[in-house]
């Protein structure tokens, strides 16, 4: 039997380059690879510029793409 490892990531906000290489370090640091991550709160996937104009936001937040849409 194998084991699950699941990484649980509270808002994301569109940044999964910077998602990514947290939990790329993590499993570097514990010598373990994780096989699910779960996202809570804000994931903000803004595919182009229209969802970015479509997004209803508070202005403290920004209006930011992020890098969803690579």
Do not use: W
Request: include cysteine; proline fraction near 1%; glycine fraction near 10%.
């Amino acid at each position: 039997m194998s084991t699950m490892r699941v990484a649980v990531v509270g808002e994301v906000k569109g940044e999964l380059d910077k998602m990514y290489a947290r939990i790329a370090e993590e499993e570097s640091a514990l010598g373990i690879k994780i096989s699910l991550i779960l996202t809570c709160g804000a994931f903000q996937g803004v595919r182009n510029e229209t969802d970015l104009r479509c997004l209803v936001q508070p202005e403290k937040f920004g209006h930011n793409m992020g890098d969803f849409h690579k």
